[in-house]
């Protein structure tokens, strides 16, 4: 899922993927803002421990 990060090298917003790929330019990109990435990954990973303590016995 592609997501719009701010690039820190064109001084641009962008659709940038998990991986770093922008498509707005065709090619991977090093210094972006991938704060939107971390936040849903705790958000899944929270998620998944709450349903793990619901389920032990």
Same mark, same amino acid.
Not at 2 to 8: A, E, F, I
Not at 21 to 44: A, F, L, P, T
């Given at each position: 899922?592609?997501?719009?990060?701010?690039?820190?090298?064109?001084? @641009?917003?962008?659709?940038?993927?998990?991986?770093?790929?922008? =498509?707005?330019?065709?090619?991977?990109?090093?210094? =972006?803002?991938?704060? !939107?990435?971390?936040? !849903?990954?705790?958000?899944? @990973?929270?998620?998944?421990?709450?349903? @793990?303590?619901? =389920?032990?016995y």
């Amino acid at each position: 899922m592609l997501k719009y990060c701010y690039n820190y090298e064109s001084g @641009k917003y962008e659709y940038i993927d998990k991986d770093g790929y922008s =498509w707005d330019q065709g090619k991977y990109v090093y210094n =972006w803002d991938d704060s !939107e990435y971390k936040r !849903e990954e705790e958000k899944h @990973k929270k998620f998944w421990e709450d349903d @793990k303590e619901l =389920w032990q016995y």
